[in-house]
């Protein structure tokens, strides 16, 4: 019965045993991972868009190549990650089309503009930052395909998250005009990163039954905590300053408390109505549309070299 089932698949769960593709799984189980899995690749493919910006403006040829490459890993994510999805008896067509209708969501975060370099460092290490802490805890999810392509993005996510910090480091100890970039660089993207996280675990709707299938490892609020605690002395050793002035350490808690979210602006981006929605979809269709005989000739390719091998 369906009842055996799903208690051989829990008990599987909690003996830390991965579900394959090919194990029978609850069909709810199924859907919460292709929305996770799918929103997830958007938000890789879509990231790309306010970085791409500044690739032809990086002020020397060696930041460039590091935003290039940087650039470049997303997408590989992003392809990681469609593949997992597609394991689950999705198309990748299927995906592609829900992203460019915008019928499918993708991280609020990337719905915000990249105004300066600075941005280019905050990005790195804020939303990489907050990235990593959110997907560390993937990398021992209950699903094998995609525990195992968490490993590798977040090896390359550590690599990103670096190179932010290291380059708003670079303009804090810069000039005062540069020391001022960062700063509103910071400010412009503390909160939106904070966001990533997603609603307080009261209201997440997906939150508990996604932790007792160990898809989640950690709730929304744990790991907001665990990327406040670890960011304030980063912000402190760079001399910038954190716009919340309710951030104080609690010595009773053995965390930092922190200043409540604007959870209007958030629902407001994620339905559609942020600074950048309609800009990062049109740009995503626009680079599909052009893209198109690149996807042809691949094509092309691999069934001429099928062909030699039957030959
Ligand atoms: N931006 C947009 N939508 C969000 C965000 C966000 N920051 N946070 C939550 N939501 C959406 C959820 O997708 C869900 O919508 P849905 O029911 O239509 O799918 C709704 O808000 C309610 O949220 P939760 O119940 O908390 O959703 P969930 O359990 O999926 O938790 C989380 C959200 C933490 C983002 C989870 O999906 C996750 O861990 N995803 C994998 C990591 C990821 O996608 N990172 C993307 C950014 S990092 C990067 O690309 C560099």
């Given at each position: 019965t369906i009842e055996n089932l799903e208690a051989k698949f829990q008990a599987k769960i909690d003996a830390e045993i991965k579900i394959e593709p090919k194990d029978w799984m609850p069909e709810k189980y199924r859907k919460t991972l292709v929305r996770q899995i799918s929103q997830h690749a958007h938000s890789e493919i879509i990231g790309m868009l306010p970085e791409g910006n500044w690739i032809s403006r990086a002020p020397s040829l060696r930041r460039k190549m590091a935003l290039l490459a940087k650039v470049q890993d997303e997408g590989g994510h992003g392809l990681y990650l469609y593949s997992a999805a597609e394991t689950l008896g999705t198309s990748r067509e299927q995906m592609f089309e829900d992203l460019n209708a915008g019928k499918a969501k993708y991280s609020s975060i990337f719905n915000y503009p990249t105004l300066t370099w600075a941005d280019i460092g905050a990005v790195g290490w804020l939303v990489d930052g907050a990235a990593i802490m959110n997907q560390v805890m993937l990398t021992r999810t209950s699903y094998g395909p995609y525990a195992r392509a968490m490993v590798r993005i977040c090896k390359e996510e550590s690599f990103h998250q670096r190179q932010g910090y290291e380059i708003t480091m670079a303009l804090a100890q810069g000039s005062p005009e540069q020391k001022e970039m960062a700063q509103d660089a910071l400010n412009r993207w503390w909160w939106p990163s904070l966001m990533m996280?997603?609603?307080?675990d009261a209201t997440s709707t997906h939150s508990a039954q996604s932790m007792a299938w160990k898809?989640?490892?950690?709730?929304n609020d744990e790991l907001r905590q665990a990327f406040v605690d670890a960011t304030v002395p980063q912000a402190e050793f760079l001399g910038l300053t954190i716009p919340?002035?309710?951030?104080k350490w609690n010595e009773e808690r053995g965390h930092y408390d922190f200043g409540e979210i604007d959870w209007e602006e958030f629902w407001q981006v994620v339905k559609?109505?942020?600074?950048?929605n309609k800009q990062r979809l049109r740009d995503r269709n626009k680079a599909y549309k052009e893209g198109a005989w690149v996807r042809e000739a691949a094509m092309a390719h691999a069934k001429k070299r099928a062909e030699k091998r039957k030959a």
């Open positions: 996280f997603g609603p307080n898809i989640k490892r950690k709730s919340d002035k309710d951030l559609g109505g942020g600074p950048c």
